[in-house]
């Protein structure tokens, strides 16, 4: 192994974290290298150190302070629109401008699904008999090779038309 992938692995060699394989390859790694030895007493230390460590204490109404402070930038802050907030501080003439837009686009949107649901006057349209290579201006096609796209395409189409 080389001294940077066992130097990734020191911390799980110092904890036993690592498969006993690795742990093996590892140690084996340590007892011929002395870079990476000072690197584990290294890594031992600080392990030492930050167990024996305490977390300092919180300071009183720390909380408080906190919640008080991100309170001021969210109401300081324009960019953090809030509907709630906007309706409340809105006047009542906006109010009433707001609700006529809701109106109008809820009316006409109804209006506009309203009139594609109900049925039509005029009788369905029959499929007609016409030469559907004239109809759908496909008789450029007429001219391709046996076998080809084209030529399949065409001969769908005519079985199709002969099968009504």
Same mark, same amino acid.
């Given at each position: 192994?080389?001294?940077?992938?066992?130097?990734?692995?020191?911390?799980?060699?110092?904890?036993?974290?690592?498969?006993?394989?690795?742990?093996?390859?590892?140690?084996?790694?340590?007892?011929?290298?002395?870079?990476?030895?000072?690197?584990?007493?290294?890594?031992?230390?600080?392990?030492?150190?930050?167990?024996?460590?305490?977390?300092?204490?919180?300071?009183?109404?720390?909380?408080?302070?906190?919640?008080?402070?991100?309170?001021?930038?969210?109401?300081?802050?324009?960019?953090?629109?809030?509907?709630?907030?906007?309706?409340?501080?809105?006047?009542?003439?906006?109010?009433?401008?707001?609700?006529?837009?809701?109106?109008?686009?809820?009316?006409?949107?109804? #209006?506009? @699904?309203?009139?594609?649901?109900?049925?039509?006057? &005029? *009788?369905?349209?029959?499929?007609? $008999? /016409?030469? !559907? #290579?004239? @109809?759908?201006?496909?008789?450029?096609?007429?001219? &391709? *090779?046996?076998?080809?796209?084209? $030529? /399949?395409? !065409?001969?769908?189409?005519?079985?199709?038309?002969?099968?009504?």
């Amino acid at each position: 192994m080389r001294c940077e992938e066992v130097q990734q692995q020191l911390r799980e060699f110092s904890t036993g974290e690592l498969p006993m394989d690795v742990r093996q390859t590892v140690q084996a790694h340590l007892s011929e290298c002395a870079a990476c030895c000072a690197e584990l007493a290294k890594v031992d230390a600080l392990a030492g150190f930050l167990t024996g460590a305490q977390a300092p204490p919180v300071p009183s109404g720390f909380a408080s302070r906190v919640l008080s402070k991100a309170r001021q930038r969210q109401e300081a802050n324009p960019a953090a629109w809030n509907l709630m907030r906007w309706w409340r501080v809105t006047s009542a003439p906006m109010h009433a401008a707001a609700a006529a837009v809701l109106v109008f686009g809820l009316g006409t949107g109804a #209006l506009i @699904s309203w009139s594609t649901w109900q049925p039509s006057a &005029a *009788p369905p349209v029959q499929a007609s $008999q /016409t030469d !559907l #290579l004239a @109809s759908y201006n496909v008789d450029y096609l007429t001219d &391709a *090779p046996n076998g080809s796209l084209a $030529q /399949t395409y !065409l001969a769908l189409v005519s079985s199709a038309q002969e099968g009504k």
